[in-house]
């Protein structure tokens, strides 16, 4: 399997921006996709966005694309998600995942086979 870490969390004022970052360990060698998602208190989880490994294309879920950029380093075993003007409907607990090549042409999070436990992500009107 495939561990993955969140970094970079915290708080931020509205219109602030961050960065994530989630650092894959383990039997990376099956990762083909690494993806964000959050989730806000008393809501379901929902993608933010996905990207292949090997530096193909990027997928946002609607109205992220012009605020969020998912990015990845391979060597590393890295992806990041960069965050702009940033809101407080943004707050909630990031999640980091993986899953094969299924996973991205998908982007359903019951295709990504591996998550990380989650960071807070606390933006302050």
């Known amino acids: 399997r495939v561990y993955l870490a969140e970094s970079g969390g915290g708080s931020v004022q509205a219109g602030g921006s961050g960065r994530l970052s989630c650092t894959a360990s383990?039997?990376?060698?099956?990762?083909?996709?690494m993806a964000w998602f959050r989730q806000a208190p008393g809501k379901d989880r929902e993608r933010v966005a996905g990207?292949?490994?090997?530096?193909?294309?990027?997928d946002y879920a609607g109205g992220m694309r012009d605020r969020f950029t998912i990015s990845v380093d391979s060597g590393k075993n890295m992806a990041f998600l960069q965050m702009k003007d940033l809101q407080p409907e943004d707050s909630g607990v990031y999640y980091c995942?993986?899953?094969?090549?299924?996973?991205?042409?998908?982007?359903?999070?019951?295709?990504?086979?591996?998550w990380g436990r989650g960071i807070q992500v606390t933006v302050s009107s």
């Open positions: 995942a993986a899953g094969g090549w299924e996973a991205c042409r998908t982007q359903a999070d019951k295709d990504f086979a591996d």
């Open positions: 383990g039997s990376t060698w099956m990762m083909n996709c």
């Open positions: 990207i292949y490994t090997n530096g193909g294309p990027a």
